[in-house]
DNA sequence: TAACTAAGATACGGGTCTGTATCTATCTGT
DNA sequence: ACAGATAGATACAGACCCGTATCTTAGTTA
């Protein structure tokens, strides 16, 4: 940690992050594609300008590259979503409209991103020993958006009679079905905007319940950690 | 058609529908285990009790039976909906701890059934061009429960301020999410009951919606075909 | 009972895939 | 500048899989 000028960019530490990174990249796109199983190593390789040796070098196998792209996959997730809230108009600015055509905005558009976030969950299911690194993230994720909650909730007073967490978890639960509906359901009924609707009618329709929300919602936040 | 008989059961039209059945059932087993991909038609044949030659016999392709399998997957999940809402309890017995309950026992219990249920959503993602056979299903199903609601509504005379046919796929969209969460998220709260509360908070809540909604219900439900 | 038909088994061909082991060349430290 | 380490390429082994083509055996029909 002596004389770090700019000849450290390209380090062997640095270009091996580098090569990673591609690898990764293109692992994403051919497991997106493909599918977990569907996807071949050599496939992924070639995407990235390398061969199948490369890829041994730097994660173990197959599962394991796997589970560094959903890692990757869901910070940059996580990133978007803090990314968005924060330059946008005020929530409170927003009709129903427009909140339901962001959120349906913040979702991946392109159909084989969003069958990666599935293949993730699949490839859960049938490994339950990678359950636990997962739902580290899941939770991880949720509480972001909880904190999100709790954040508005004081600025406008109002709040779901329901603890933000489990709002949270709840909005992410359902924002798959969400998506795919649009995705499989084409030329039918937007669901975003009545599922916003759902959540907003269950707002400030009764006085009492708002001070026990409050409450709930302090208690919560304050058992984060 | 003259003679009718018990020998009749084994006439081969019935013994090729048997053996059809059979190697449906395998491949349901199979297909949820291994995936799309994952699963080889040598072992959806052997656990069967026959050979990959059967399987070409009644089935085009890998593609077609695992089709078969969807197509079957869809009417049984249809069939359990209806059955479990004929002899139980009427709805307006229930309070929505049990309502939450009766729902979530209602989904499949075993987390490979339940996969291979996604993982239809991923085939259909993957391949286009079967999106419209599915889309049909999809709809027929949601088109049940949505005359289910309407049914209710009518008993009940309270209903939420949407349309019949969009509360429907509502729900089932979301229900993928919530058992999901149910799989991954072990150990947290469930998120039926929260759900189903925000479901019922936007019932009944304005007298003069009410009236809307009735409206629309039924409006929609004349519009059905 | 003999010819026909079809269900299902067996055999084959061509291809692909993962993981490991070995090789090469570039970079690092001294 | 040289010896060691390491990123990445190449080569190899073993297995698996899909689809088709052929064969066998049982049931159907006349």
Redesign the interface.
Known sequence: MQDVTVAERWTQERRREHTRNLLLDAAKDVFA??????ASLEEIAEAAGYTRGAIYKHFGSKEELFLAVNKRYNESFLKSFVDSIDPATPVEELDLASLAKRWHEMQYSD??D??LG??F??F???HPET?ER??KQ??ELAQMIADFIDEQSERLGEI????SL??A??S???????Q??A????G??D?YE??L???V??IE?DPTKKQKAKKTAKSAKSAKK
């Open positions: 594609r493909r599918g977990f199983e569907g159909p084989h969003f069958a599935i293949e969950n699949l859960v299911l049938r359950m997962v739902a899941r939770l779901i009679h329901m603890k489990t709002l978890r709840l992410l639960a359902c924002s798959d079905g969400l795919l509906a995705f499989l359901d084409r039918q009924d669901l009545p599922f609707a759902l959540l009618s269950a329709d």
